[in-house]
């Protein structure tokens, strides 16, 4: 009988330091996931980017500390593509447009949505440089999301960044459909760039902004397919 007791007692002091544990181990989740959301919104990046991350783990069951992980990483990577497509994009348009045209340029490279830095972001999380994508950026105009997506697929099928690089421009150049059709021995690269496309085009009707979104908080949240990376 004392020994069943005994037990008893243990048990559920066990189980109250486990449920402390879990309590303190969220909380610290939780902090890192908030530090992360004003990294965020001191580099001008929409935060819903990263409540989107949340949701996504939180959904799939994925441990606190996971997600908090995964989305302090997330940060870091939007962080230093939205400077990038700032100041390098811009770079890169002044030396290719006329001197009477790179003003102009330089903002159209500036306002990058949403949708745009997510593909970007997905683009670098698989290994292409962040010269690349200001490059892209800077060249692809109305086409920069779709570009981005297809410049992700192409290193996601196997392709060398440089090759890839090298493969979005020559369609950018043809015009047209060349982009949308631009496939790597399957429809991949297509789908995405279909789809990111009209998120673009969405993107750009209610002029939303990566500026806009932060201000508004989760208000500039376009999406275009995942591509994975940010890891669960």
Do not use: C, W
């Not at 760039?193 to 806009?212: M, Q």
């Amino acid at each position: 009988m004392r020994s069943t007791i005994f037990a008893a007692a243990v048990l559920a002091m066990s189980t109250g330091v486990l449920a402390a544990q879990t309590v303190e181990s969220r909380t610290e989740a939780q902090a890192r996931m908030d530090a992360a959301m004003q990294t965020a919104i001191s580099a001008g990046v929409p935060t819903s980017l990263l409540e989107s991350k949340i949701a996504e783990g939180r959904a799939k069951g994925v441990a606190e500390a996971r997600i908090a992980a995964a989305v302090e990483q997330r940060a870091q990577v939007l962080a230093r593509v939205q400077a990038a497509l700032q100041t390098r994009g811009a770079q890169h348009a002044e030396r290719s447009a006329p001197p009477a045209q790179s003003r102009g340029q330089d903002a159209r490279v500036k306002a990058v949505t949403a949708g745009e830095l997510t593909a970007a972001a997905d683009a670098f999380e698989k290994g292409v440089d962040l010269d690349a994508l200001a490059r892209i950026s800077a060249e692809a105009g109305p086409q920069r999301a779709a570009a981005l997506t297809v410049l992700a697929d192409l290193v996601a099928q196997g392709r060398t960044p440089e090759h890839a690089l090298v493969t979005v421009q020559a369609a950018l150049s043809r015009g047209g459909n060349a982009l949308a059709g631009l496939s790597a021995g399957g429809t991949g690269a297509s789908a995405s760039a279909n789809a990111a496309a009209s998120a673009g085009t969405s993107a750009a009707a209610s002029g939303a902004s990566v500026g806009a979104g932060a201000r508004a908080g989760a208000g500039a949240d376009v999406r275009i397919p995942r591509l994975g990376g940010g890891g669960y």
